[in-house]
């Protein structure tokens, strides 16, 4: 059994950056990772997501803006966000799969999931 907790949520103006953290226990360094969001009244979406060996995916939202990074070692997966814009405002969840690869997985097939971090940008 995976167990995952977000830390690093928090308030921002925009343009300000934040990084969140993923503690995983129960983890295996073969799981695909993933950061979503989900704001009010809307449909949770993938930002993005990082196979076992480190290769990554982007929304075309976050591209050149958050970068995912994992430390097997450490057992954690990052979200490093700069250029924090008010629409990136929502509750961040990580997730992991029972798969190495992240290629062609949508949400539901992501099988463990945090608690999630709010964060909140301010104009």
């Known amino acids: 059994q995976v167990q995952l907790v977000e830390s690093g949520g928090g308030s921002v103006q925009a343009g300000g950056s934040l990084r969140l953290s993923c503690a995983a226990s129960?983890?295996?360094?073969?799981?695909?990772m993933g950061w979503f969001r989900q704001a009010p009244g809307k449909e949770r979406e993938r930002v993005a997501s990082?196979?076992?060996?480190?290769?990554?995916f982007y929304a075309d939202f976050v591209k050149g803006r958050f970068t995912i990074s994992r430390d097997n070692g450490k057992k954690e997966v990052y979200l490093q966000m700069n250029s924090l814009k008010p629409e990136d405002t929502a509750m961040y969840y990580c997730?992991?799969?029972?798969?190495?690869?992240?290629?062609?997985?949508?949400?539901?097939?992501?099988?463990?999931w945090g608690q999630g971090t709010q964060v909140t940008v301010s104009s």
């Open positions: 129960g983890y295996t360094s073969n799981n695909c």
């Open positions: 990082i196979s076992d060996i480190g290769a990554t």
């Open positions: 997730a992991a799969a029972q798969r190495r690869w992240c290629s062609g997985l949508g949400t539901l097939d992501y099988n463990y």
